[in-house]
């Protein structure tokens, strides 16, 4: 163990879990100060199976949907989180929330849907699939259609 390993069992070991919850928000802002956003996403890809592990997402998301439409601290909530996430990336040029969702959201539903019970999959898994595909699709020509249909039935 190094010699960094073992100040920190010191330290946190004489913290509380509340000193800990709020020494945590202080760190983490300190601490991501000079990280790019790719920084950041290979960080999160790294530490959340770590942070998710024992978490029972579906009780865990309803919590924190009310809290951010709410708009807990004064932040403006999710629409105001939304309205900045939907801004360009200046990299990519691509709208922030789109390039974290076609990231975030086919891990979210490799953890969720396993633990989804039967009949709901049979409901939610349709219904995804064809907004998907409807969606998908939108302005391409008909030949684009045709060949991204081909793709999704070649992995399927």
Not at 61 to 68: E, G, S, V, W
Not at 75 to 93: I, Y
Not at 138 to 154: N, Q, T, Y
Request: charged residues 30%; aromatic residues 2%; glycine residues 10%.
């Amino acid at each position: 163990m190094g010699m960094m390993d073992e100040m920190m069992d010191a330290m946190m070991g004489k913290l509380s879990k509340e000193e800990k919850l709020e020494m945590m928000s202080t760190m983490m802002e300190k601490f991501l100060a000079g990280f790019t956003v790719e920084d950041k996403q290979k960080m999160m890809e790294k530490m959340m199976p770590k942070m998710m592990e024992g978490v029972n997402m579906m009780e865990m998301m309803p919590k924190m949907m009310m809290n951010m439409m709410g708009g807990a601290e004064g932040n403006g909530g999710m629409m105001g989180m939304m309205s900045k996430m939907m801004g360009d990336d200046k990299k990519t040029g691509m709208p922030m929330m789109p390039q974290m969702m076609t990231g975030m959201m086919p891990v979210c539903l490799e953890m969720m849907l396993p633990s989804l019970p039967k009949k709901e999959r049979g409901s939610f898994v349709p219904r995804m699939v064809s907004i998907l595909m409807d969606k998908g699709c939108d302005g391409m020509s008909e030949k684009e259609k045709k060949d991204l249909r081909a793709k999704v039935l070649k992995k399927s």
